[in-house]
C-alpha cells in the first residue's frame, strides 16, 4: 500500500508560483511512476504531468508545458511540482498518484492523494 499526502496549495494571484509537494509513505516509492492531476468542480480529473521511476523522464499536459515542473527525490519519498506563471484556469484541486509505469492515463494510477487546492486569481 502507498500512502500519498498532497502539501503546498494555496491561494496565488495570476503570474505567480507555487510548489506542490507530496510525500509518499513505504518504502518503495522507488518502484513507481507518478503522476499530477487535476479537477475543477464540476469537471473531469485531467492529467497534469508524470515522471518516471527514476525521475530521468517526464511528461507534461499540453496546458502546462513550459510552466509547470514535475520532479522527484527517491531519498525523501517526495515527488513535487513547480508551477510557474500560473493562470486563473489552473485552479483546481491538485492531486498526486502512483503508478507502475509512466503514463498519461488516470486508469493506470493506483494509489491518490487526498489533493490539495490551488486557486488562481486575476
Known amino acids: 500500500q502507498v500512502q500519498l499526502v498532497e502539501s503546498g496549495g494555496g491561494l496565488v494571484q495570476a503570474g505567480g508560483s507555487l510548489r506542490l509537494s507530496c510525500a509518499a509513505s513505504?518504502?518503495?516509492?522507488?518502484?513507481?511512476?507518478m503522476g499530477w492531476f487535476r479537477q475543477a468542480p464540476g469537471k473531469e480529473r485531467d492529467f497534469v504531468a508524470a515522471i518516471s521511476l527514476s525521475g530521468d523522464n517526464t511528461y507534461d499536459a499540453d496546458s502546462v508545458k513550459g510552466r509547470f515542473t514535475i520532479s522527484r527525490d527517491n531519498a525523501k519519498n517526495t515527488v513535487y511540482l513547480q508551477m510557474n506563471s500560473l493562470k486563473p484556469e489552473d485552479t483546481a484541486g491538485y492531486y498526486c498518484?502512483?503508478?507502475?509505469?509512466?503514463?498519461?492515463?488516470?486508469?493506470?494510477?493506483?494509489?491518490w492523494g487526498q489533493g490539495t487546492q490551488v486557486t488562481v486569481s486575476s
Open positions: 498518484a502512483a503508478a507502475r509505469v509512466m503514463t498519461v492515463w488516470k486508469g493506470m494510477y493506483n494509489y
Open positions: 513505504g518504502r518503495s516509492f522507488s518502484s513507481y511512476a
